[in-house]
């Protein structure tokens, strides 16, 4: 099955027994939202994770960034929740832009488990393709699927203060958040030196899809100096969306620094740049 799956695609797969669909609607401004969207109404079989506990640890103010990655234990506890085991395929959806089911998406990928797509144009587009909208909340077996952490995926902020200038950094957010302008959510505004801005959004076209992988590929070689390559963003949220975006398009993706810029500022000694 592709990383990226149509409404179409999904609808025709429902009956299968070993699917497993992750609702991952969230809004930073109320993160009881999407809990509130999904119990009104959501896709079939869909289970409800929330990225503040089920894709996040907690936070340790001034130690760690919003979103800060969860513990082996605590993926494991994630899988048996979901139900996942090896024989299992993995649908993740969002309110709209991917970038919640994209963290969802790489976090089972760095679990070792593979079958897992996101579905293209999130719920907004489910609701216009299907009239298969339920709000019953789906009967879910303990999952068996032993972790197989990637842990070369990461990089951790002292690697990357020590080696800035070897890697290709890509930041995530918004351009004005990236040159230190209109920051409203993290208390210290600028980007890691030598980033390159790369908002996430603009992986999608007008209508929320993402875009043919060979525009996504011309997209990040342009963006490229030839380094390896690092995602980063506020939390580690939306560095997911780019990493992914150049897995699909065939380019290595590289690392992920998880704690991202609200990390990053903990430590007063990181260099920025505005």
């Not at 999407?34 to 894709?55: C, M, N, R, V, W």
């Not at 919640?100 to 293209?120: E, M, N, Q, T, Y």
């Not at 009239?131 to 990637?150: C, D, E, L, Y």
């Not at 897995?247 to 990053?264: I, Q, R, T, V």
Request: glycine content about 8%; some cysteine.
């Amino acid at each position: 099955m592709s990383s990226i799956i149509s409404a179409e695609e999904l609808e025709n797969i429902l009956d299968n027994p070993n699917l497993i669909i992750l609702d991952c609607r969230y809004n930073l401004a109320n993160p009881l939202e999407g809990i509130e969207l999904y119990q009104h109404g959501h896709i079939p079989k869909a289970q409800f994770i929330h990225p503040d506990t089920d894709l996040s640890s907690k936070i340790i103010p001034g130690e760690t960034g919003r979103h800060p990655f969860p513990s082996e234990q605590q993926l494991q506890t994630l899988i048996e929740k979901i139900g996942l085991n090896a024989d299992s395929q993995v649908v993740c959806y969002d309110a709209s832009n991917g970038a919640i089911a994209a963290r969802a998406w790489w976090i089972l990928k760095f679990c070792g488990f593979d079958h897992v797509s996101i579905l293209d144009g999130g719920w907004p587009v489910w609701t216009k393709t299907s009239n298969q909208i339920t709000q019953k909340i789906p009967p879910v077996a303990a999952g068996h699927f032993i972790i197989r952490p990637r842990t070369d995926w990461l990089i951790d902020a002292d690697r990357l203060h020590d080696e800035l200038g070897a890697h290709c950094i890509f930041d995530a957010r918004a351009n004005d958040r990236y040159h230190g302008k209109n920051e409203t959510i993290d208390p210290v505004a600028g980007h890691i030196p030598t980033a390159e801005s790369a908002p996430f959004a603009y992986n999608l076209d007008g209508q929320g899809f993402f875009l043919p992988l060979e525009q996504l590929k011309k997209r990040f070689e342009a963006l490229s100096n030839g380094k390896p390559a690092v995602h980063y963003c506020g939390s580690g949220i939306t560095a997911c969306h780019n990493w992914f975006a150049m897995y699909e398009a065939g380019l290595n993706p590289g690392k992920l620094y998880s704690g991202s810029w609200s990390h990053w500022i903990t430590d007063p000694n990181r260099p920025i740049e505005l």
